[in-house]
């Protein structure tokens, strides 16, 4: 089998490695997953956010933090409200396939 990308730099790789594994990362948490996962359907307030998944403060400001901080979601402010929405592209794409891997058919195994 031959490599996907042969001609590419082993600095690219390496510098991609870094930036994919701090996206892995930070996904790598349940809430800020199950967070991602909502968010990737749509944008919605803090306390829809709060109500529909079950993460309450602290907890939820916490891990959106976390998620604000690493430019994976912004913000909007519409009069009291605070609306969170998905902001990286990347992130979207690795949650598009771990939907497909894990929520698609949750009942079917992977096969190797």
């Given amino acids: 089998m031959n490599p996907p990308h042969p001609d590419i730099d082993l600095g690219i790789m390496q510098a ?3 930036e994919a594994c701090a996206l892995l990362k930070v996904l790598a948490n349940p809430d800020r997953l199950l967070l991602m996962c909502r968010l990737s359907q749509g944008e919605l307030p803090v306390g ?8 309450r403060q602290p907890t939820l400001s916490q891990q959106l933090g976390v998620l ?4 994976l979601v912004a913000t909007r402010r ?10 990286s592209a990347r992130a ?14 949750p009942d079917q195994e992977p096969t190797c």
């Fill in 16 to 18: 991609a490695a870094t």
């Fill in 48 to 55: 829809e956010l709060e109500e529909q998944l079950g993460i």
């Fill in 68 to 71: 604000r901080e690493n430019g």
């Fill in 78 to 87: 519409d009069g009291k409200n605070i609306y969170y929405a998905v902001a």
């Fill in 92 to 105: 979207l794409a690795v949650m598009s396939v771990l939907y497909e891997q894990f929520c698609a058919n």
